[in-house]
């Protein structure tokens, strides 16, 4: 029976659960970093667990490929020793897109994102002559709003362009800052009847992709109750981890959580009253 609201447990340590666990399943936003820089105690906790014998997958809604990320985490000083495996849903991105080969692609999204059609076999076009959009973000995610991007949205839905949103995430931290990200623009364009295909948690290719790389890491998947997810979205990390059937330590980042304010069992337990896959744990940070 999954925990409910009141059930769920505030940590300062990691180290109890890593003992009943034989793999993570691990966001990098808001769990390893904020954008801009590392978080102290989370890559030296995946560390500790890996040298336990455990296996950590990193799974990102970052609209870029893995490599791409695994060079963010670098200029970061988060090393590879914290991970076995990346998984992101710009690379599952990449795999919906193969079912658009030779069709017209339109990015809506910043520059930073383009290498997430490298080696594609598309054609990449304006917005009047998609058959597909690939939504990565906004243009200029510091200084324009989801809303103004609803007249362009609106014509595409006009004429049932599929949308694939390559970050389902609604808004993210960039430092103090919270970012808007593609899951707005995507919630925007289902609104005005548009059809959309999310690539990234809570849906379940990217967590079938985890799975694949856990079981190459370990020469088999455990069970369910063995791989604990870890994250800090509600209704991405949380929520995935519910529909996967797989326990969850809540991070209380910034994302939902003032950090000028006291966090406690009765401030979780308002935060998700109510939901339907609560975590079984919560944390202020990722600590061992």
Request: charged share 20%.
């Given at each position: 029976m999954p925990p409910n609201s009141h059930d769920i447990v505030v940590l300062d340590s990691v180290a109890g659960l890593a003992s009943s666990a034989e793999a993570w399943i691990s966001d990098i936003w808001g769990v390893l970093h904020n954008g801009l820089t590392a978080f102290p105690g989370a890559a030296p906790a995946c560390m500790r667990f890996r040298e336990m014998g455990g296996t950590v997958v990193l799974v990102t809604n970052a609209p870029r490929p893995a490599a791409a990320v695994v060079r963010?985490?670098?200029?970061?000083?988060?090393?590879?020793?914290?991970?076995?495996?990346?998984?992101?849903?710009?690379?599952?991105?990449?795999?919906?897109?193969a079912d658009f080969s030779g069709r017209h692609v339109h990015h809506l999204g910043p520059d930073r994102d383009a290498g997430i059609l490298d080696g594609l076999d598309i054609r990449i076009g304006p917005a009047e002559a998609a058959d597909v959009v690939l939504c990565t973000g906004l243009l200029h995610d510091e200084t324009e709003q989801t809303e103004d991007y609803r007249p362009s949205l609106a014509a595409l839905a006009s004429r049932h362009v599929p949308l694939i949103c390559a970050n389902p995430d609604l808004v993210v931290e960039r430092g103090p800052k919270l970012i808007p990200c593609a899951g707005a623009l995507a919630e925007i364009y289902k609104s005005l009847g548009g059809p959309v295909l999310y690539a990234g948690k809570p849906y379940p290719a990217i967590y079938a992709r985890a799975y694949a790389e856990i079981e190459r890491a370990r020469g088999r998947l455990p069970a369910k109750e063995r791989i604990l997810a870890i994250g800090d979205g509600i209704r991405t990390d949380v929520e995935g981890a519910g529909r996967e059937a797989l326990p969850c330590l809540f991070i209380a980042s910034a994302l939902h959580v003032d950090h000028r304010r006291e966090f406690d069992s009765g401030h979780v337990a308002d935060l998700f009253a109510g939901h339907a896959h609560p975590p079984a744990a919560a944390m202020r940070s990722l600590e061992w």
């Open positions: 963010m985490l670098d200029r970061l000083g988060i090393s590879s020793a914290a991970y076995d495996a990346i998984v992101t849903s710009g690379d599952v991105s990449r795999g919906l897109l």
